[in-house]
Nanobody
């Protein structure tokens, strides 16, 4: 079955950086777009970034554009999110999500348990 396991979260000060990883299994990773979504305490799931199956097309929420970079390694079945210039408002549980198609993001059909990112001011 589909498994998505996130890692790389932690606690950092404002302005710091983290790199999240997501190890995927149970499906043909290279056939599907993938996304990152986050959930802050008391809030709903928010789209952060998405990437098409071939890695050539990416999308970002306005709140992270210019600071976060999504990438994937189809040979390693792994999705990444490089997060720079972190702000306290980036504090959330970050989930890796599988999309149901190769070229559409924001419509996840599976997601992982998440990795916590906490940014202090």
């Amino acid at each position: 079955q589909v498994q998505l396991v996130e890692s790389g979260g932690g606690s950092v000060q404002s302005g710091g950086s983290l790199r999240l990883s997501c190890a995927a299994s149970g499906f043909t990773f290279s056939n599907y777009a993938m996304s990152w979504a986050r959930q802050a305490p008391g809030k709903g799931l928010e789209f952060v970034s998405g990437i098409y199956s071939d890695g050539r097309t990416t999308y970002y929420a306005d709140s992270v554009k210019g600071r976060f970079t999504i990438s994937r390694d189809n040979a390693k079945n792994t999705l990444y999110l490089q997060m720079n210039s972190l702000k306290p408002e980036d504090t959330a549980l970050y989930h890796c999500a599988k999309e149901p198609a190769s070229d559409y993001v924001g419509n996840y059909d599976y997601w992982g348990q998440g990795t916590q990112v906490t940014v202090s001011s």
